[in-house]
T-cell receptor, first 113, second 115 residues
């Protein structure tokens, strides 16, 4: 089985409820942020991104909120479904003009029926 | 359109052995990178390349070499495998070398065990 994420923070939600996954970033110079979803045995998959000149961005069933004052990023998933079970990572672009995404630790989302 | 293809999917090495992890993309992406993923530590950047002939080190480059002779391929070489290199390795690519707009496309990973 998948050994990644043995020590990850875990969020358990009921099917149909909304999920909120949080991420703190460290570098105030970061200006681009991405959320990824990683299912067991697969590579990370892009969900949604946001630039630092925005506070909120919405996609299909997902919303990303950015609070630059406290360097906090969150991913909201509406009406959580079993297929949303995965590990979710935030990533920040820390170096202006260079492509070096730095990933957070990840949060495991489990859905209770 | 295969995206990012990594081979092998699984590998067991003995300490001191060398090997190459293969990564190929068919999307004409400029940017390619290698990450390792360890329990509780997220993904850490090993090496990256912004185009053919150009490579640079990431956060954890020691013990690994890369080259980028073509746009499509970005192999990762382990020179002398150590147990600390036991990990899951991901290759990722994106179209634009300056920004990761729209995110990276990741391969499915290579699970490496060094005994």
């Amino acid at each position: 089985g998948e050994s990644v994420g043995l020590h990850l923070p875990t969020l358990s939600v009921q099917e149909g409820d909304n999920s909120i996954i949080n991420c703190a970033y460290s570098n105030s110079a970061s200006d681009y942020f991405i959320w990824y979803k990683q299912e067991s045995g697969k590579g990370p998959q892009f969900i949604i991104d946001i630039r630092s000149n925005m506070d909120k961005r919405q996609g299909q069933r997902v919303t990303v909120l950015l609070n630059k004052t406290v360097k906090h990023l969150s991913l909201q998933i509406a009406a959580t479904q079993p297929g949303d079970s995965a590990v979710y990572f935030c990533a920040e672009n820390r170096i202006q003009g260079a492509q070096k995404l730095v990933f957070g630790q990840g949060t495991r989302l489990t859905i209770n029926p | 359109n295969a995206g990012v293809t990594q081979t092998p999917k699984f590998q067991v090495l003995k300490t001191g052995q060398s090997m190459t992890l293969q990564c190929a993309q068919d999307m004409n992406h400029e940017y390619m990178s290698w990450y390792r993923q360890d329990p509780g530590m997220g993904l850490r950047l090993i090496h990256y390349s912004v185009g053919a002939g150009i490579t640079d080190q990431g956060e954890v480059p020691n013990g690994y070499n890369v080259s980028r002779s073509t746009t499509e391929d970005f192999p990762l070489r382990l020179l002398s495998a150590a147990p600390s290199q036991t990990s899951v390795y991901f290759c990722a690519s994106s179209y634009n070398s300056a920004r990761a707009e729209g995110g990276y496309t990741f391969g499915s990973g290579t699970r490496l065990t060094v005994v």
